[in-house]
């Protein structure tokens, strides 16, 4: 057992965490995350309307009496999005760990305090998780330019991003971008972190409920068959690199705006991707830690497999080092 700062604050038999992940994170993958002894977490903005939230938060505790929360990401939208109203939802149906990503959640954080909600808040830079510190968030998880979804505009590795944070950064921080078996955990707590986060490697799992398709084409795929679309717009994401990502970013360089280039990166027709297993059918998320990913296990072998991978390496590989040296 890896305990940490961060499963003592999280009630958790393991640190590591399935982060938020748009059509990805519903009640299927979360509870087996959950039962597999990490954290788990919904993804609010997956359901429809916040009614939907509270039925997949229920949904979800059928399948699990293990603590999972809820992701809420605050992002640019085209359409407004009641961002209160799905805190309100998570909230009546008893939600005391939440996931806040994108924007900054200090309007709402009387709220998530009053209630006694644990909050992790996701961030790409040294500064932002200092603002998230100060603001009074419980714990910060920094993704690094690997990672899939959001990396930032700042373009820093994990390997500089995680320590230069954790001389900076006081509160549990877990790591995210790019980890996906024990050698990553073992790094990420060399590097000053409490645990990680991983996406691209969880949607790899028998219980993500998500297209064989997408699934086997992560297996297949290298650290190098992922895109940056959106730079120009700084509101970078990384994704597949399929042919609809290098439309979007030929639009970009052609100086198109997101007027034009909005319908092609639709979040619609990524969802399409995952229901259809049609790999071209618009963008969807993928991180680098594709090359490392090789099977597509359950959810409970992934995490058992990285735990023992890491204590592995430091019972044989480091413990060996230290007697080495004496
Ligand atoms: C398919 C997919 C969808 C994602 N959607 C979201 C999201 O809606 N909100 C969010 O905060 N992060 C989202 N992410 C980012 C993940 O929570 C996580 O930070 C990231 O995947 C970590 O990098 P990794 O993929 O290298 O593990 C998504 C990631 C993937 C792979």
């Known amino acids: 057992m890896l305990k940490t700062r961060f499963t003592e604050l999280f009630g958790v038999r393991h640190p590591i965490v399935q982060g938020g992940m748009q059509w990805v994170g ?15 977490f919904l993804t609010a903005l997956t359901q429809p309307t916040p009614d939907d939230l509270v039925k997949e938060i229920a949904r979800c505790r059928e399948m699990t009496d293990q603590p999972f929360g809820v992701n809420l990401t605050i992002l640019p939208t085209l359409k407004p999005v009641p961002y209160e109203d799905y805190i309100d939802a998570a909230l009546s149906a008893g939600i005391t760990i939440m996931e806040t990503a994108g924007n900054s959640p200090k309007a709402f954080m009387p709220k ?30 920094m993704d690094g330019f690997e990672c899939a979804g959001h990396p930032g505009e700042d373009d820093i590795g994990n390997l500089v991003l995680l320590p230069a944070a954790a001389d900076a950064i006081k509160i549990p921080m877990i790591a995210s971008g790019g980890f996906a078996d024990g050698r990553g955990l073992v790094a990420a707590l060399a590097l000053g972190c409490e645990g990680i986060n991983m996406g691209t490697r969880f949607m790899a799992t028998r219980e993500a409920p998500i297209h064989d398709a997408v699934k086997q084409r992560l297996v297949d795929g290298s650290e190098r068959d992922t895109s940056l679309i959106l730079r120009t717009l700084h509101n970078t994401a990384r994704v597949y690199g399929n042919s609809v990502a290098k439309k979007a970013i030929a639009m970009e360089r052609a100086g198109e705006t997101i007027e034009t280039i909005g319908p092609v990166v639709s979040g619609r027709r990524g969802k399409t991707v995952y229901e259809t297993g049609d790999l071209e059918a618009g963008i969807w998320s993928a991180g680098t830690s594709m090359g490392l990913i090789r099977d597509v296990p359950t959810c409970a072998e992934l995490v058992a497999r990285i735990v023992a991978e890491a204590e592995e390496i430091m019972k044989r590989r480091f413990g060996g080092m230290t007697l080495a040296a004496s």
């Open 26 to 40: 519903r009640a299927e993958l979360t509870s087996a995350v959950a039962n597999a002894g990490a954290l788990g």
């Open 112 to 141: 998530l305090k009053a209630a006694g909600v644990r909050l992790i808040h996701k961030c790409t830079s040294v500064r932002h998780g200092i603002s998230a510190e100060k603001l009074g968030v419980d714990c910060v998880s």
